[in-house]
């Protein structure tokens, strides 16, 4: 796999988080940003559910790829900063394809509570 380098690590006591700026040597085109998480939490020896990969960067010309992560220390935590999309970018493929067509599903099935009928009688 790829070579890690931490180029930044703080930590924002406000949120709750250590933010990590990281560099993956000749990372640039094969890493996903599950494989990002799982090399990020080994390093740091946290579990890879309470990472989140933010962005993931490759600059034209080079082999590096750049990444900037929040660690959580619970999931709860992440659930309540992050918005669902960030949230639903580290599920597989498969996991995100079936909350998404859920999520159609439910927005084009009319709800049984629709509008009450409107009486002829207007004045």
Do not use: C, W
Request: charged letters at 30%.
């Amino acid at each position: 796999m790829s070579l890690l380098e931490i180029v930044g690590d703080s930590e924002n006591k406000l949120l709750g988080r250590r933010e990590l700026k990281v560099k993956f040597k000749a990372g640039n085109g094969i890493l996903t940003r599950q494989g990002a998480a799982e090399a990020i939490a080994s390093k740091t020896g946290v579990g890879k559910e309470n990472v989140q990969v933010i962005s993931l960067k490759g600059k034209f010309g080079t082999r590096d790829a750049e990444a900037f992560a929040y660690i959580f220390s619970n999931q709860g935590d992440a659930k309540k900063q992050l918005s669902e999309y960030v949230l639903l970018r580290h599920l597989p493929k498969e996991e995100r394809k079936k909350i998404r067509d859920e999520k159609r599903k439910a927005a084009t099935t009319p709800s049984s509570q629709s509008e009450a009928p409107q009486s002829a009688n207007k004045t």
